[in-house]
C-alpha cells in the first residue's frame, strides 16, 4: 500500500515569493491534515479536511495561507508571500476515521521549506 | 487543551541496553496517548497508540509503552537497543478542538542517540 505522498521534497525561496505544496493522501483515507513543524519542535496543525470540506483551519494564518481539496483526494497548501518566519518542514498526514474522533494519522515524508 | 510533555532534549544509551523515553501527559477525560518516531528527512511513522485496555501496549519494532494513570506518564521503552533506533521520538496527545473534531498535539520531541 502506497504511503502519503508529498512534493516537492525541499523548496528554496525569496522572501514574498509564492510557494505550494501537494499532498495525495493514502487511498481511502477520508480525512487529510496539514501540519507545520518548526525546528525543534513537535507538529502544529494547520488545517484538517473531512472529504472535500475544511472543518477545521482555525490554526491556518488566512492572511497569506490557504488550501485546497477540491475533489475530496489530494490537496495543494499555498503560501503567498512567503515570510523568513515560514522556514518549516509542512507535513500531511492522513487517516481514515470511523467517527469523528479519529486517532492514527499516517504522515508523508513532508516538505522543507526555506524562506531566504 | 490537552498537552504531552517529554521531559528530555536527549537520551544517550548503548547498543542492547534497555532504553525509556519519557513522556506525561494532562488531560480532561480519558486521554488517547500515542508514540511516533521521525527518521531524517523522513516523515512521522506511528509505533504505537493507548486508548482503552491494557496499561501496557506493544507496538511496531519492538517498541512498548506503559501506561501510569497515577502518574500521568506514557514512557516508550525498548528491552534492547539498536543503533537503528536513533531517531526522534514524539509523544502526542488526542485533542478536541472547538470544530468537534480531534487532532494530535505533539511534544517538543526527544532525541534517541544508540551508540555501538
Known amino acids: 500500500e502506497a504511503g502519503v505522498v508529498q512534493s516537492p521534497r525541499y523548496k528554496i525561496i525569496e522572501k514574498k515569493q509564492p510557494v505550494a505544496f501537494w499532498c495525495n493522501p493514502i487511498?481511502?483515507?477520508?480525512?487529510l491534515y496539514w501540519y507545520r513543524q518548526n525546528l525543534g519542535q513537535g507538529p502544529e496543525l494547520l488545517i484538517r479536511?473531512?472529504?472535500?470540506?475544511?472543518?477545521?483551519d482555525s490554526q491556518l494564518p488566512k492572511d497569506r495561507f490557504s488550501a485546497e481539496r477540491l475533489k475530496g483526494v489530494d490537496s495543494t497548501l499555498k503560501i503567498q508571500p512567503a515570510e523568513l518566519g515560514d522556514s518549516a518542514v509542512y507535513l500531511c498526514?492522513?487517516?481514515?476515521?470511523?467517527?469523528?474522533?479519529?486517532?492514527?494519522?499516517?504522515f508523508g515524508p513532508g516538505t522543507r521549506l526555506t524562506v531566504l | 487543551a490537552q498537552s504531552v510533555a517529554q521531559p528530555e532534549d536527549q537520551v544517550n544509551v548503548a547498543e542492547g541496553n534497555p532504553l525509556t523515553v519519557k513522556c506525561t501527559y494532562s488531560?480532561?477525560?480519558?486521554?488517547?496517548l500515542f508514540w511516533y518516531v521521525q527518521y531524517p528527512n523522513r516523515g512521522l511513522q506511528f509505533l504505537l497508540k493507548?486508548?482503552?485496555?491494557?496499561?501496557l501496549v506493544k507496538g511496531s519494532y519492538g517498541f512498548e509503552a506503559e501506561f501510569n494513570k497515577s502518574q500521568t506518564s506514557f514512557h516508550l521503552k525498548k528491552p534492547s537497543a539498536l543503533v537503528s533506533d536513533s531517531a526522534l521520538y514524539f509523544c502526542?496527545?488526542?485533542?478536541?478542538?472547538?470544530?468537534?473534531?480531534?487532532?494530535?498535539?505533539f511534544g517538543k520531541g526527544t532525541m534517541l542517540l544508540v551508540s555501538p
Open positions: 493507548y486508548i482503552t485496555g491494557d496499561n
Open positions: 502526542a496527545v488526542r485533542d478536541m478542538r472547538d470544530s468537534g473534531y480531534s487532532t494530535l498535539t
Open positions: 487511498s481511502g483515507h477520508n480525512t
Open positions: 479536511y473531512e472529504n472535500e470540506e475544511a472543518v477545521d
Open positions: 498526514a492522513s487517516s481514515f476515521p470511523r467517527d469523528r474522533v479519529s486517532d492514527t494519522q499516517y
Open positions: 488531560v480532561s477525560g480519558n486521554p488517547y
